[in-house]
Structure formats: structure tokens, C-alpha cells
């Protein structure tokens, strides 16, 4: 047959075999998606649910197209990207056709021109005669059929104008098109496509796989991956019938998918009690854990939202909702998002061992933490690599199958949603819906997921928004989700309802309750909004102070030294930070028990900063240790890093913030102390203040929170209240600053308001127009950019990464974490693009050193080099952390 002269994968001339052939090729990644979409598979049943297929012939007609991927590498152009040295006879390439266009578009470019005559010729083994509406109907549906294929390397293509006479050719050695057809006909003969004739013919089908490509597309793409691997897939010239080589295919697609840990799906494991899971006989469930135990669960896709105070065991909670998910056939894995990388490695240590609970003994699930620096958390680094514990003891050159499968899923972030209990950052999440190449792999990934999102109070209206999508289009395709807070306004947790019941095609329904704590269940009907009681322990009662005026607030901080008490200062600026430390620290006693904690440290300074405050103020700190113990920081520390104190100074913030600072003080039983108290430094009260209330006396504030009016707002209700407490006046609090408060607002401030509301609007519509639009299908569109920079985030301003540089004892440039371990991530500081350009450009005579540290270090590579002993105006300290030359209020 002709297509035994096309090679599909190469290797470096020379070699014993130096190709795989393509049909061989196009078959391995068959073979992998025919294991991938076994009819037992939960993801296979639904996906043919919703197609209306039976699951086996749903998985011939999928596979069938897989198969086709490729075709587009039949082009003579881009079997000229390589000729062998043997005497293996393949298509030459003509010297008239240049590969201008990748393959898998000029697979569409095929395709397009001739899939109308292979169904009339019978290559593609279509049965019936077609009217002219048939053509049409037809195109219309294989428009939105074919693109996952083709589009396997993670983004859709178009055939577009593209003449296919331009890459395909026919002369006296191949005709391109002829070998692509006779493939395509014997391929049909081994997988044959069992053409659903009814429903390629109806809209409302066409609908629904448009809805369900972008699973299909992240599908293709993980077969494509798999079957990729030469170590699964040895290179074969020899040529044999393809029902012979699929034998051999789905031989080796087997040990592929055992050794990446996609063979089975693990067995969920039936919620037993709170004792059974964390191993504590005398464990009882706090009322949110016992409504998590025995809530009824739907048939549906179903949203819980769990609102309750710190301490109240929302994770434990969230954790059984999920194993008792799981056991209903809910979900497959789970992936549980954070706002942060520091609170993703925070949970991903805490989950721990505790992972393998929610399945049985004999399941081995993969556990990969997703964020951009993981590779610097130990815990995840010594996880990958290390034998599991129910796996055979294998020589450490022998790496078990589910060492292997962590190691594949950890290779990419773009994987890591693959494992079936993944954590990271919520950005790993809403990339799925976002115009990023292989955003179908996460779509993919999700489809089956519980997925569990930590803090949703704490994003801002172009996240949410992109969160309500991906929530809509989450119950879309049959996951279910789990949304923990302890300070949702009421607005925000209506909106997140709304996208869950948009999502399942069921009329939107505001909240009834205001009841704090509470769990409201959204499925089928009406949503459940379950009050619960909460536990004495947990009850809060902070007192709240006034300070207006900073020199006050360092002569606090002076006296609770003085008392022996620690004490933490938060501030809203880094600059605001660096000030009071220099002030506190030339008039503290012992300036060695003075910590400065901010965003603007080199990673590997931060990382030690972070141990310095775990050792002193952490849950285990010892009380001489804690003695005098001062922390000046950014909002850094109550994001982060499990602490307490026994006083605690902030800047003013909205009611949220200060809500979760407060969290900060005495949350660890210590025995006999003083009653928490919270000072709050603001401005001096006033009813009807001016415009610049808030700047006299902390510009940099007004500068990070530009609505005065929450600012505002927040005081009144403290000043109201005069304190927080918590559970009973959580609601109360939240909805005077949050809540339908316009008309109380003074007209000063209403400008503010007014700009910020805007500014907000625009950041939803920013979100609405960068999100893709899920409901068109995995189609080519013109979001799809490859020189377009599209965020999870929507930042005021760019940033930029910035890397630390010194100089060795013989003037040679060097990194400033120095030899260390991902010494290139270490040595890196975010900066605003603003504050960046103040510092001073790396100076002409280390260009060719830093050239060569870039092509060591590939982290480097499109960072700014910063020497900060060679810059005039700006510098860099260990205790300090950047400090810029000028004076521009930084957050």
C-alpha cells in the first residue's frame, strides 16, 4: 500500500531504525485513546449519555476519527523534513513544495477537499446516498467533529483558503492524497466508525458535541502524548497489515497506560466516619463536618458552598463531601484550588498521606501539586521520585509504575489536573478556560473532578468571572464542586449559585437565608441552604481600637515589647513595611527579635523568612522564644503562614481583610493571656468626610484600595459593633461594607465608588471577552493568538521578573542564591514593570556573562538582570528586601 512510504516519526539519521512509519504511528495514538475510552470508563458512559450512543459505539466512531490526526503529515512537504540513509523507500520530497504550514492544519486542509468523495466512493464506509441538505447537514456537524483531531497539539486549526495542491502533491514516486485515502479505507476496515446517521442530521446533537469537544480535544491531545512515547512505542519500518500492527498497538498502549498510571481508574472508598478517616478514635464531627456527613446527596451535578469561621473544620468537611461524591460515581479524582502558591503548599503538605483515604488499600492515586514554583516545595520534589507506600520495594534505578505516573503527570503543569487528586493554585483551574495552548488537556482533566475551591471570597471580579464560567461550564460536563469561605457577601454567593444553575439549564434562584454559618447545596430544584450551629471553641470575640497616627502605632508596638508580648504589624505597602521596621528596630531592645515579611524578597530570602516566623510565632513556638517578638509585614503573612500573636496592629482595610487578620491573633491555645485586641490604624472618624480622608494619613492605603468607601464603611460598622465577632455577627459585618449600603455613603466619596464600580465592570467584561466560549466548541476563532498574553489575573500593571545577580571574589557574575538548588528560581523577585524600570540596567562589560548564566539556568531566560551592588539609586538586603530609590507608594 502507497502510505507505507511515509514516515510519521524520526529520530537523528543513523540509527538501526531510523523512523516509525505513519500509519503505525496514527495507530499507537489510537490504540491509547481506545484504552482511554473503555466503555466502563464513568467519563466514556457520560460522554455517550449526552451523545445519545451506546459507550462501544461511541468509542469506535471517536477512535475512528483519532486515527485520522495525523493525515496531515501525508503532505510531501512535510515528509520532506526528513529522508533516510538507508534504502528504506519513502516519498521524496519535491523540491517545488516548502512546509510553510504544520501538519496538523493541513490534515484539516485535506480532509476539507476530500471528505465528500471518500463517503461517495465508500472509503469512509458511509452507507446511504446524500441529498444536497445531506451535504450540508453533514459539513455542519463535521465541523465541529473533526477539529478536536486536528487540533491535537492544543489549539484548533483551520483549513482556511489553504489549496491543497500546495502541500499535497502526485508524480511519478506518491500521490499524496491517494495514500491518505487507501489509510483512511483500511483503517476503517479495522476500526470501523459506526456512523450515528441520526444524529450527524440533528441540530440538538450538534449542539451537544459542541458542548463536549473540548473533553474530546484534551482526550485526543493525551493519546497523542502517550502514544508519542518511543519507550511504549519502538520505532517500526517492517511493513504488516494494520490489524496486525493494531495487535501490537494496543499491546504496547497497555503497558504505556499501566507505567503512566492510566490503566485503571482507582476505586473511590465509601465515607465510613471522621474516626475512620483521620485515624483519631475520639474525634466529633463540628456541626459543618456532621451536615457534610449527612446531607443528601442528588443524581445531578451538584454545588456546595460552605461558609463558616477559621477553625471550624471547613477542609475536613470539604474532604468528606468529596469522598462521599466519589462513591456516588461523582467524580473520579479531585483537585483542590487555593488563591496562593504558599496556601497550595500549605495543603498539599497537609493532605499528605491522607490523599489515599479516598480510595481503597489496593488503589495507588497520583497526587501532584500544580503552581508555578513547585519544584521548590521538598515535599512534592521527594513525593515524585519516592516509592509509594503500597508499591513493591523497587531498586531505586526502577522507578514503580506509580513513581512513574507522578513523574509523567509532574513533567508539565499543563498535566497536572490529569492526576486524580491534584493541588495548586486556582490559576491552574481557570487556565482551562482561557485561550492557552492545551487548554483542552485541563478541560479534560477537570471533567470528572470534584474540584474544591478554597477561599472564593478572596478573588476579585475579573477572577470571579472567569470563575463563574468555569463553575458553568463544570456542571456542564457532569463534575461537581466545593466552594469553602468565611467571608462571602451575599451578592457574590448569588452570582456563584446562578453560574451552577446556568450551568445545569435550570432557572437562576436567589439565596434566602442569611444565617451564618451556613451550607447551601445547589443541584435540581430548589437549593438547600442549611443554617448550622457552630461550637463554643471556635466563637470569636476580637476588641477592636483606633490609633491615627503611625508614631502611635510604633509606640504600641514599643509596649507590648515592653509587656513581653509578640506583636504583629500589617501593613498595606511594602514601603509602609520597610518604614516602620527602620523605626522599630532602632528602639527595639533586641533588634534581633524584629522580622520584616513582604513580596519584595528574593525567593530564597522569603523562604528563610518564612522559617524565622514559623520558628518564633508558628503553632509549636515556645513562649521565651515568642517573648518581644515583633513581625512588620504586608498582607503576605495572613495569606500564608500558620501564626499567631498576642497583639496585633493593621492598617485599615475592607472588613474581609481585617476579618482574616484578626484570624492571625491568639488562634492557638497558649494558656492564660490577655483578651485578643486588634488596633486598627485609620484616620480619625468623621461622618461626612472629604475626599482625601483616607490620604492624609496613609496615602499609600488610598493608593491600594482605591474605594475609600469600603474603607469607610468598615470603620462605621467596628466602630458600631467595637468588635469582631465571629460567628454571630459575620453577616452583619460583611454586608455593611458589602452589602446594598449606596445610599449611606458619603457624596465625598462616591466619586470613588462610582470609579471603582467601573473599573470592576470592566474587569468582568475583560474576563467575558478573554474567556473562550465554551458553548461554540473547540473551533478555531481569533481568541486563539499565539502572541497573546492572557491572565488568570488582571493586574493594575505588569509585572516583571526580576533576577537577583552579585558578583564573585573574581568579578565573575553569579547567581544570588549562589550554587543552591534551583538557584535560578531562588534568585528571583516579582516587581511591578514601574518599579522595575528603576532599577539600573546590567551594566555592558557582563553581557557575555550573563549570556552564559541564561543558556545554564533556563529559569533566567526573559527575566531582567538586576546588579544591586552596581546600582546607584536602588539596593537589596537580606533583613530588607528591595528598597527602590524613589518615593512611589508600592503594594
Known amino acids: ?79 520532506g523534513l526528513f529522508q533516510p540513509v538507508s534504502s528504506l523507500a519513502l516519498a521524496p520530497p519535491a523540491a517545488q513544495y516548502a512546509y510553510t504550514e504544520r501538519h496538523d492544519r493541513l490534515g484539516d486542509v485535506v480532509w476539507e477537499a476530500k471528505w465528500l468523495d471518500w463517503f461517495e466512493d465508500g472509503t469512509l464506509q458511509w452507507s446511504i446516498s446524500l441529498t444536497r441538505a445531506d451535504r450540508k447537514a453533514l459539513r455542519a456537524a463535521f465541523s465541529v467533529l473533526s477539529p478536536p483531531f486536528f487540533g491535537h497539539h492544543g489549539q484548533p486549526v483551520s483549513a482556511g483558503n489553504i489549496d491543497i495542491e500546495r502541500f499535497f502533491c502526485s508524480d511519478e514516486h506518491a500521490d499524496d492524497v491517494e495514500a491518505t485515502r487507501q489509510f483512511i479505507a483500511d483503517w476503517a476496515n479495522v476500526v470501523p466508525p459506526e456512523w450515528p446517521i441520526e444524529q450527524l442530521f440533528s441540530e440538538e446533537w450538534v449542539y451537544a458535541l459542541q458542548t463536549l469537544s473540548w473533553s474530546i480535544a484534551g482526550w485526543a491531545t493525551l493519546s497523542d502524548w502517550l502514544g508519542s512515547n518511543q519507550d511504549h512505542f519502538p520505532y517500526c519500518q517492517k511493513r504488516m497489515p494494520l490489524a496486525d500492527y493494531w495487535q501490537i498497538a494496543l499491546h504496547n498502549a497497555e503497558k504505556a497506560l499501566e507505567e503512566t498510571g492510566f490503566n485503571k481508574v482507582s476505586e473511590p472508598l465509601p465515607y465510613a466516619s471522621m ?11 463540628t456541626p459543618l463536618q456532621h451536615a457534610a456527613e449527612t446531607v443528601a446527596l442528588t443524581d445531578v451535578p451538584q454545588l456546595f458552598i460552605l461558609e463558616d469561621v477559621t477553625g471550624s473544620g471547613k477542609t475536613e468537611a470539604a474532604c468528606i463531601l468529596t469522598q462521599r461524591l466519589l462513591a456516588a460515581g461523582h467524580g473520579d479524582g479531585l483537585y483542590f484550588a487555593l488563591p496562593t502558591m504558599a496556601t497550595s503548599n500549605a495543603m498539599y503538605s497537609r493532605l499528605g498521606n491522607l490523599h489515599r483515604r479516598f480510595y481503597t488499600a489496593d488503589s495507588s492515586p497520583s497526587f501532584v501539586l500544580a503552581h508555578g514554583a513547585r519544584d521548590l516545595n521538598d ?52 487556565m482551562a478556560i482561557l485561550p492557552f495552548r492545551h487548554q483542552s488537556l485541563r478541560l479534560y482533566g477537570l471533567a470528572r473532578k470534584v474540584l474544591v475551591i478554597d477561599e472564593v471570597h478572596a478573588y476579585d471580579n475579573y477572577m470571579q468571572t472567569l470563575l463563574s464560567q468555569l463553575l458553568s461550564y463544570h456542571a456542564r460536563q457532569g463534575g461537581s464542586a466545593i466552594l469553602l469561605t468565611a467571608t462571602l457577601p451575599r451578592a457574590m454567593r448569588s452570582a456563584l449559585m446562578a453560574a451552577w444553575q446556568t450551568g445545569l439549564e435550570q432557572p437562576t434562584t436567589k439565596p434566602q437565608k442569611d444565617d451564618f454559618p451556613l451550607l447551601t447545596h445547589v443541584s435540581e430544584g430548589q437549593p438547600l441552604e442549611l443554617e448550622l450551629e457552630s461550637r463554643e471553641e471556635v466563637s470569636r470575640s476580637v476588641e477592636v481600637d483606633w490609633l491615627t497616627e503611625e508614631e502611635r502605632a510604633i509606640d504600641t508596638v514599643l509596649a507590648a515589647v515592653e509587656a513581653g508580648e509578640c506583636i504583629a504589624w500589617v501593613r498595606n505597602t511594602v514601603d509602609d513595611a520597610i518604614r516602620a521596621f527602620e523605626a522599630i528596630v532602632a528602639r527595639h531592645p533586641d533588634p534581633e527579635r524584629c522580622l520584616l515579611f513582604h513580596s519584595r524578597f528574593a525567593m530564597v530570602d522569603r523562604q528563610r523568612i518564612e522559617s524565622q516566623v514559623i520558628e518564633r510565632l508558628g503553632k509549636d513556638s515556645k513562649p521565651e522564644l515568642r517573648k518581644g517578638q515583633v513581625l512588620i509585614s504586608t498582607q503576605v503573612f495572613q495569606e500564608s503562614l500558620d501564626c499567631d500573636v498576642d497583639v496585633m496592629i493593621s492598617d485599615i482595610a475592607p472588613i474581609d481583610l481585617l476579618i482574616q487578620r484578626a484570624g492571625r491573633l491568639q ?179 557582563y553581557e557575555s556573562q550573563w549570556l552564559t548564566l541564561q543558556e545554564r539556568y533556563k529559569a533566567v531566560k526573559y527575566t531582567q538582570p538586576w546588579l544591586p551592588g552596581d546600582d546607584p539609586e536602588c539596593d537589596y538586603d537580606t533583613q530588607w528586601g528591595v528598597r527602590l530609590g524613589g518615593k512611589e507608594q508600592t503594594s
Request: aromatic share 8%; with cysteine; charged share 25%.
Open 1 to 79: 500500500m502507497a502510505y507505507y512510504h511515509y514516515w510519521g516519526k524520526a529520530q537523528a539519521k543513523g540509527g538501526a531504525v531510523e523512523c516509525h512509519l505513519l500509519p503505525y504511528h496514527s495507530l499507537d495514538v489510537a490504540a491509547v485513546g481506545w484504552l482511554l475510552l473503555s466503555p466502563d470508563r464513568p467519563l466514556t458512559q457520560r460522554l455517550a449519555a449526552q451523545l445519545s450512543l451506546e459507550p462501544e459505539a461511541l468509542r469506535q466512531l471517536l477512535v475512528f476519527w483519532l486515527g485520522l490526526h495525523d493525515i496531515g503529515k501525508f503532505s510531501r512537504t512535510f515528509q
Open 667 to 845: 488562634r492557638h491555645q497558649r494558656g492564660e493571656r490577655c483578651l485578643p485586641r486588634l488596633l486598627v490604624l485609620a484616620p480619625p472618624w468623621v461622618e461626612d468626610p472629604d475626599e482625601h480622608w483616607l490620604k492624609r494619613t496613609l496615602p499609600g492605603t488610598q493608593a491600594v484600595y482605591r474605594d475609600t468607601s469600603l474603607n469607610w464603611l468598615t470603620q462605621r460598622v467596628l466602630r458600631r459593633l467595637e468588635a469582631i465577632r465571629m460567628p454571630e455577627e459575620a453577616r452583619d459585618l460583611i454586608e455593611s461594607v458589602y452589602g446594598s449600603v449606596s445610599d449611606d455613603i458619603p457624596d465625598a466619596l462616591q466619586a470613588a465608588r462610582y470609579e471603582q464600580k467601573g473599573m470592576q465592570r470592566t474587569a468582568g467584561s475583560m474576563a467575558n471577552f478573554n474567556a473562550l466560549n465554551l458553548e461554540e466548541g473547540y473551533t478555531k476563532s481569533d481568541q486563539w493568538q499565539e502572541e497573546q498574553e492572557i491572565g488568570t489575573r488582571l493586574m493594575d500593571e505588569p509585572t516583571v521578573n526580576i533576577v537577583l545577580l552579585s558578583l564573585s571574589d573574581d568579578n565573575e557574575l553569579a547567581l544570588w542564591a549562589g550554587e543552591r538548588r534551583h538557584a535560578d528560581m531562588l534568585s528571583q523577585v516579582k516587581l511591578r514593570q514601574s518599579q522595575a524600570a528603576k532599577l539600573a540596567a546590567l551594566p555592558g562589560r
Open 379 to 430: 515535599d512534592f520534589v521527594a513525593a515524585v521520585a519516592a516509592p509509594q507506600p503500597t508499591d513493591l520495594d523497587y531498586t531505586a534505578s526502577e522507578l514503580s509504575a506509580t513513581s512513574r505516573c507522578n513523574q509523567w503527570l509532574a513533567d508539565s503543569r499543563k498535566k497536572a489536573l490529569l492526576a486524580e487528586v491534584g493541588v495548586g493554585t486556582i490559576d491552574q483551574a481557570l
Open 275 to 285: 474516626a475512620d478517616w483521620f485515624g483519631k478514635q475520639s474525634i466529633t464531627p
